[in-house]
């Protein structure tokens, strides 16, 4: 307690030596402000001030503030702050007016004189001096109290984002989270009728210009052809389904869904799953498609012969990485399936980044907030 | 007759290959994309060219694009265009382009082989082979809906068949009609849509197109 009073007191006191390097600054600077050329440095000089005042609160009174602030503020903050400085340094004036008189009384009582110095000091005496001397004490500190929550409570006001800045930037967020899940779903739709369209279909038009063949020319070996290709295409529209939406995620979990995307892999396909509690299904959901399209880039872009899949929890949020030994470079632009996950993940309030050096490896990660 | 096949598929594209040569057709190349197929086409010089729409690099109308270039600097090779979908647009782009030699088919109809191979046979010999789901499109939303009112439904029918690229004769099998009320028909169908007399059969299939298309 006595340590943190101390690095208060020594805070207030640093605060009223900036103050005075601040009331300099303010008051030569003032003028510069009127001419718009000058203007931009005064501000940019009044945001360094703040810098070096968040500094102060957060070394001396453990107060963290970010730098979520515009130049403008930090000159009005300044103007603001210099006064509790100024007052600081006042307090601080007491403080050592204070310090001077209980040195001299000190002495005195130390050597058995009366108070203020003439005869011999008797208890009567000091205990009229010791009442104004605790009052005293007592006032100071609570001026250097004050000067460090009014410091403080400055700092808050002018240096954070206030409630309605939180509130819009919220709005303004999901605001575009929502566009963007539109879109996100859109191009899934696209997706799906390029499947179904380039995939499906064709392979139906194929296998019926191979009947058409056949009953042309009266060659069974036409008809065995078109049995294969009837296998084929069902199971090309088997796939098609699963990629519009893996029924598994429903029926038996995250962690068999994902371990029937790894067997249907074309190339190896390790999958660490750890998390203890099953997640919400929509929250599933986002961490399915997330794998399920950073494997299919890994297998289609990357040339990996191998790929890692790993879920797990850390505190509030889960943690999905996919990694890859491919050639790396992958790019998340928006009308790729990466830009797609991108906004798939921030709709869900959470965080997506892309590792991909040229040459490789590539690590996708996603980190989702749960309950 | 001479042939160059531009299809991205492969699957489909060697059951095409395959096809037409049984079929007695010479197959001179097959490609994948718009620009090889014209790059054959100017090498080659084939009768007809069969395309998809969707090819790479882009996958939206390459094909297309390369049929309409073929068009303008071959016109005496025939172009068949096939697509996934209905899209009045192309058709309408197809249509507009002067002279017959010019077809435009659902994909799905290339699996019904008889109706393909006779497609393309009308395209390589100067016809129109229009599919009867665009046709049906183009008829059910025209914007000329006053004049194709007055019609009746069999002309209606035979307008149908007609822009098809159906002669009278196959028109008159098709509808169990004779040749003669075929021939009136049309004569009505071209009074009431106020279309001049036309000899000569792509002419008017083409006339009759680039009406309800426009």
Known sequence: MIIRAARTTA???????????EVLYVVLSAPLLVVPATRRV??????KFADVERARLFRFFDNYISDDYDDHR??????????????????WACLGAGVVTAVVYGRQLVTGRAPGGQGAGTVADWLLIAVPAAIAVFLCWQGIVGVAELDRRLAKRF???????????????????????????????????????????????????????????GNTELVRQ?????????????????????????????????????ERATIPVDVRYTLTEPPWLSLATVIYFVVSESVTNAVK?????????????????????????????ARTVSTGGLGGLARRVAAADGQFNVDSPAGGPTVVRAVLPCA | MRVILAE??????EGLVRLLAEEGHDVVAAV?????????????????????????????????????????????????????????????????????????????RVAQVGEFLDALERVAEGGAAFDPEVVRRLVARTSHEDALSRLTQRERDVLEKMAQGHTNASIAQLLYISQSSVEKHANAIFDKLDLPQAAGYSRRVLAVLRYLGS
Do not use: C
Request: proline share 2%; hydrophobic share 40%.
């Open chain 1, 11 to 21: 805070g207030v006191g640093l605060g009223a030596l900036t103050a005075l390097a």
């Open chain 1, 42 to 47: 005064v501000l940019r000089g009044a945001r």
């Open chain 1, 159 to 217: 240096l954070s984002p206030s409630y309605r800045t939180l509130v819009e930037r919220r709005i303004s967020f999901l605001f575009n989270t929502r566009a963007e899940v539109v879109e996100a779903v859109n191009d899934e739709r696209r997706r799906i009728e390029r499947d179904l369209h380039d995939g499906v279909q064709q392979r139906l038009v194929a296998l019926g210009v191979l009947l058409g063949r056949a009953r042309r020319t």
């Open chain 1, 74 to 91: 930090a000159l009005q903050y300044l103007f603001l702050r210099v006064l509790a400085g100024l007052l600081g340094l006042g307090i």
């Open chain 2, 8 to 13: 991205d598929s492969t699957l489909l594209r």
């Open chain 1, 226 to 262: 078109a049995h294969e290709e009837v296998q084929e295409t069902l199971r090309e529209l088997r796939e098609v389904a699963w990629h519009v939406y893996p029924i598994a995620l429903d029926e038996s979990g995250l962690d068999a869904a994902l371990e029937s995307l790894a």
């Open chain 1, 301 to 329: 872009h990357s040339g990996a012969t191998r790929i890692t899949i790993d879920v797990h929890r850390v505190g509030r949020k889960i943690v999905v990485e996919i990694g890859d030994d491919g050639s790396g470079g």
């Open chain 2, 32 to 108: 994948g994309d718009g620009e090889a197929l014209i790059e054959a086409t100017a090498q080659a010089r084939p009768d007809v060219v069969v395309t998809d729409v969707r090819m790479p690099p882009t996958h939206t109308d390459e094909g297309l694009r390369a049929a309409l270039e073929i068009r303008e600097k071959w016109p005496e090779t025939g172009v068949l265009v096939l697509s996934q979908y209905v899209e009045k647009r192309y058709a309408a782009k197809l249509i507009s382009a002067d002279g017959g030699r010019v077809g435009y088919l659902l994909k799905d």
